[in-house]
């Protein structure tokens, strides 16, 4: 059975789908079969992958914008490693259903919450995270994480961001991920070419950090 991971926030734009094609990259050059679930009526990963046209090495996604995300990804992992699924803005049916299908009880998979750089987007992350402490509070085994994304490259100015992210984590008990997600072009440019940070430029830093980031998400899956 393979495992699922939920990029969830219904905060727009925090940077679910970017962490979320990437890192379902880093992990299929690991060797790994990925399978991207988009839950996003907007399809902005789908539309990511057919930007690559049909050479695109991406791993393959597929759109489902419904409330029965969980039965979709849990019928997706029998026959990948791994189930990315990508989270909607603003959808909390959809949301919850990411929720449920990375605390399965018998497949426990990875929640991660992207957190962007202000109090917008801790009022906006809220909801999700009492969501999640409510499906802890029935017993499922969530194993759910909180990382920096969209942050200034330079590190005086991912304080903020930093100290906002360790107090809503603290307050519902999410950690937060060592490795973060920072400002860089590539991760917008690769959007447009349809492929990952790797393929734009493999010895970027947007490359680096992707591969640090995927490194920490597998020891902490194991
Ligand atoms: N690390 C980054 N560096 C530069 N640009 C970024 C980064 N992360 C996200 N962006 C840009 O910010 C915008 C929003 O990011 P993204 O689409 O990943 O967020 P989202 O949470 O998936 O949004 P939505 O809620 O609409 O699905 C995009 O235009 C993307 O290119
Ligand atoms: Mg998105």
């Not at 939920?6 to 992990?27: F, M």
Request: include cysteine.
């Amino acid at each position: 059975m393979g495992k699922i991971i939920a990029w969830l926030n219904p905060k727009g734009g925090a940077g679910k789908t970017t962490s979320c094609v990437n890192v379902a990259r880093v992990v299929q050059l690991l060797g790994y079969s990925v399978v991207i679930l988009d839950t996003d009526p907007q399809a902005s990963a789908l539309c990511w992958r057919r930007a690559g046209g049909e050479e695109s090495v991406q791993p393959e996604v597929i759109h489902h914008p419904h409330n029965d995300v969980h039965l979709i990804a849990e019928k997706l992992a029998k026959d990948n490693d791994f189930v990315f699924i990508d989270g909607a803005a603003v959808a909390r049916d959809i949301t919850i259903s990411g929720i449920l299908a990375a605390s399965n009880p018998d497949n426990p998979g990875l929640i991660l919450v992207p957190f962007g750089t202000g109090s917008v987007d801790a009022w906006g992350s809220f909801h999700l995270l009492e969501f999640i402490q409510k499906r802890r509070s029935e017993g499922a085994p969530v194993n759910a994480f909180m990382f920096l994304s969209r942050q200034h490259p330079q590190e005086n100015r991912q304080k903020d961001s930093a100290n906002a992210a360790k107090e809503l984590g603290s307050a519902f008990d999410i950690p937060i991920m060592k490795n973060m997600i920072t400002r860089f072009m590539d991760y917008e440019d690769s959007q447009g070419m349809g492929c990952s940070v790797i393929e734009l430029n493999k010895r970027g830093k947007a490359a680096e950090q992707v591969q640090g980031f995927t490194q920490e998400i597998m020891e902490i899956m194991v």
